[in-house]
């Protein structure tokens, strides 16, 4: 069985991990009332999803 013969050091750790960072997500526009959301998901403001309302939203 492969055993290393010498330990990784943290800096070559961390240049092999240079490439696994996050992004952020990509946010749409809701048709209905022009907040920013999440991508095929129900919309936290209106609550609608397709023209349809999914979420029982009380309007203020």
């Known amino acids: ?4 013969k010498r330990r990784t050091s ?3 750790g ?5 490439h696994q960072k ?4 990509n946010l ?7 907040e920013a959301k999440l ?7 209106c609550g609608t999803y397709k023209g349809r309302n ?3 939203r ?3």
């Open 39 to 45: 991508p095929h998901n129900a919309c936290p403001e």
């Open 28 to 34: 749409s526009k809701c048709p209905q009332c022009g």
């Open 14 to 18: 961390a240049k092999r991990r240079t």
């Open 1 to 4: 069985m492969a055993v290393p």
């Open 22 to 25: 996050t992004s952020a997500p």
């Open 10 to 12: 943290k800096s070559k």
């Open 54 to 56: 999914v979420l029982n």
């Open 58 to 60: 009380e309007d203020d």
